[in-house]
């Protein structure tokens, strides 16, 4: 069994030249990927990329929810119809961009939740200096989500304990992989094997040691073997337990042997 990307932008513009090379190169050595839509207008040009091994998750990011009115939340449950669109997000509160008020921010939250537990779908959470009210919020609805995901995980041990208290997975992206980010090693050590999950974030956040290229999706080998190495574990066994990971929040059905 392969690596899994589990979260990537590969709609962005910065793919606009290559994105089919991208994703064939991607495709050659991963098992399969999620593409994440930020906004209704990413989320969907995320559509036409779906099929075979290309999953979609759409949702409006933080950074939007001042743009969020009832007709996004129509269109969101449309896409989400779609057999290949498998989750929502990104969507969470983002307190370091506060480009929407934190109240309106709380509210598109709210309303994505509220949408997942109705159409019984796992999420994917973006969460950013803002620990203390993302926690309070998912731990009223923890015991009604089909499944969940701390995407680019950015918190320290402290919160990775309480999120996994909830039951959520953690999903690590290149910048665990930075020098500096000794906090975030530590949070990546308590994740037990079976809530651990690996992501690009592509094109951001590309790991060491490819830090500041444009991120692509395959590069998540980089990340996943740098949290083999950090937790002591196998590099085999990390690919399998991540992505056996992945198909069960995802529901995806594994490949039988
Ligand atoms: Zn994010
Ligand atoms: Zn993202």
């Known amino acids: 069994m392969g690596l899994v990307d589990t979260h990537c932008h590969l709609q962005s513009e910065r793919f606009a030249g290559d994105r089919d090379a991208v994703l064939q190169a991607t495709l050659e050595k991963l098992d399969w990927i999620v593409v994440i839509g930020d906004d209704i207008p990413s989320s969907e040009e995320a559509l036409p990329l779906l099929g075979p091994r290309v999953y979609g998750v759409v949702g409006m990011h ?10 996004t939340y129509d269109r969101l449950r449309e896409m989400a119809a779609r057999p290949e669109v498998i989750a929502l997000g990104e969507m969470g509160l983002d307190y370091f961009n506060e ?10 939250f709210r309303k994505q939740l509220d949408l997942a537990c109705e159409l019984d779908m796992p999420i994917v959470i973006h969460n950013r200096e803002a620990d203390e009210d993302c926690y309070a919020i998912l731990a009223e609805y923890a015991p009604r989500l089909a499944g969940c995901i701390m995407h680019c995980f950015g918190s320290g041990p402290d919160y990775a304990e309480k999120f996994l208290d909830l039951g959520f997975y953690i999903s690590f992206a290149g910048n665990v992989t930075f020098k500096k980010a000794v906090d975030l090693q530590e949070a990546a050590k308590i994740v037990p094997l079976d809530r651990l999950l690996v992501e690009t974030d592509a094109p951001f ?7 500041g290229k ?5 590069f998540v080998s980089h990340t996943a073997d740098f949290l083999a190495d950090l937790k002591g574990v196998d590099r085999e066994r990390l690919a399998r337990e991540t992505t056996s990971n992945a198909h069960r929040v995802y529901r995806i059905p594994q490949p039988t042997p």
């Open 62 to 71: 933080p950074y939007y929810a001042k743009d969020c009115d009832d007709a």
């Open 99 to 108: 480009y929407s008020p934190r109240d309106v921010q709380a509210v598109a």
């Open 205 to 211: 956040l590309a790991p060491v040691p490819l830090r």
């Open 214 to 218: 444009r991120c692509e999706p395959h």
